[in-house]
């Protein structure tokens, strides 16, 4: 247990420090004599066990995360597995603790980059959808699952969240369904190796609307579209080239 990685030490039932290995004078930075005259709430961030919860928290053996102090005053987070043993008629708690510092920095990094982003796509002026896929018993896609939609998806479909969340494309917009699931099966090579889909422009006919669409898939069973309305751009395109085949129509009649 000395060359353990890990900090381990024994305690008796009133959290006195009874034992310490080398991976604990290194980490707390007191010496071994130093520790084994302290008590666990000198290094134990909020210490409010008394010694009937120690007892009753560590018959079963107890796993949880705290906050530990070293002898500098700075502190890092840890994951503590405590079990209660009897050595000589004695009741000790043996801790074995793991610094996660790093896992819980890189785990905050992941959750600011999450609402990050997150808010990035749901105040953008595209509308925005997560879906999960359904697939039936050969494992072909049949069919999306909304998890996620922004505001402006909301007015697109002139449909609020709460009727949208957890419902299929079946349920909502069934006249929409295979063309844009054919879409999406047709490329989902493309789709399960990162790469995004584009579809152009695509009449929506349950919308009454002409979108264009970028599709990714940003794990495997999840797929995400930003849609943007082009409607407008559309009828003027139609509306352009209904006068241009009047005009010529006009000078063929000459």
């Not at 069919?143 to 996620?148: A, S, V």
């Amino acid at each position: 247990w000395e060359n353990a990685n890990d900090i381990i030490l024994f305690l008796d039932v009133d959290g006195n420090i009874i034992e310490a290995n080398e991976a604990a004078v290194e980490a707390y930075g007191y010496t071994y004599e130093e520790l084994c005259s302290m008590n666990i709430h000198a290094i134990r961030e909020n210490w409010n066990h008394t010694k009937r919860k120690l007892l009753r928290i560590c018959k079963k053996g107890l796993r949880f995360e705290a906050t530990h102090c070293r002898k500098d005053g700075s502190k890092f987070e840890v994951e503590v597995s405590s079990q209660s043993t009897n050595i000589g008629g004695r009741q000790i708690i043996l801790s074995v603790i793991r610094n996660i510092s790093e896992r819980k920095k890189a785990q905050q990094k992941i959750f600011e980059n999450q609402i990050k982003y997150r808010s990035l796509f749901m105040n953008m002026h595209n509308g925005y959808a997560y879906f999960n896929t359904i697939y039936d018993e050969k494992e072909n896609i049949i069919d999306l699952k909304f998890i996620e939609v922004n505001e402006m998806l909301e007015r697109m479909v002139n449909m609020g969240k709460k009727h949208i969340i957890g419902r299929s494309i079946t349920e909502l917009f069934p006249e929409d369904k295979i063309a844009f699931l054919d879409s999406i099966i047709e490329n989902s090579n493309k789709l399960n190796r990162g790469e995004s889909v584009y579809l152009d422009e695509i009449y929506m006919p349950s919308l009454g609307k002409w979108c264009s669409i970028s599709i990714y898939s940003p794990k495997k069973s999840d797929i995400v579209i930003i849609v943007t309305d082009i409607t407008n751009r559309k009828e003027w395109e139609m509306e352009l080239r209904r006068a241009k085949d009047v005009a010529e129509g006009a000078n063929k009649a000459k």
